[in-house]
Structures are given as C-alpha cells and as structure tokens.
C-alpha cells in the first residue's frame, strides 16, 4: 500500500522514556513482585503539547536532533535505561480523529541513528 503525503505539515514528539523499572508498590495496580516496566515516560521534550512544526528547507532530508541542557545527573538509577522517543505525526492533538503517527523510532542517548524510515 502506498500512502500519500499528508497534505499538512507533519510534527514532532521528543520523549525521554526509561526501560527496565523493577515494580516498587503492591496493592490492586501492581503488576507483581518480579514485574518489570518498559517505556516509562520520565520527560517530555517538545515545546508545545500537539507537536513541533517539522521544517525541511532546500531540499534538507534530516531533522538534527540535539539535547543540550537536558539535566539527568542523579535523577536516574542506570542511564544506559534512558532512551530518546521520536514519534511523527500528521498535525492535530494525539487521539483526535485522523491524526495518524507517520513513523516512531527510539534510540539510547548516546546512540546515533542514520534516519528514520518514513511509512509512506
């Protein structure tokens, strides 16, 4: 199947999530004693709450993503854990209908991914 374009321009979602949480607290919401969590969301790096704007000038075929000041020193047990989020979307809040996410890729923080593949 080959999709379209959207006919808008899509936007961005950076997330910092954590893997690997032991469960901490029992009770009715406990996942059990040896339960582990994955994709904790620990911060949310987006500037507005429906999305950067993506902007490709000339023909530009990346997005850079840099994280200069985010402060993590302290706040987490294992930063190998720590992964970077990054979900594209066509424009509109995330549960609205027709908004669709066009592709999502997560990557360690010291890992460097070559591109993201686009669902079209």
Partial sequence: MVRQLPSQRPEIHH???E???PQSAT???SGGAGYIHEHVLRNYLTTKMEGDDITWV???KYT????KGLSISGQYKDKNNLKL???VHTPGKVGD???E?????ECGLNEIKNGIKLLF
């Fill in 85 to 87: 989020l990054v979900v």
């Fill in 27 to 29: 009770g009715q919401t």
């Fill in 15 to 17: 997330l910092l999530i």
């Fill in 58 to 60: 000339g023909g530009q």
């Fill in 19 to 21: 893997n690997n949480l």
């Fill in 64 to 67: 850079k993503v840099s994280l």
């Fill in 97 to 99: 209908s027709g908004v």
């Fill in 101 to 105: 996410v066009i592709t999502a890729q």
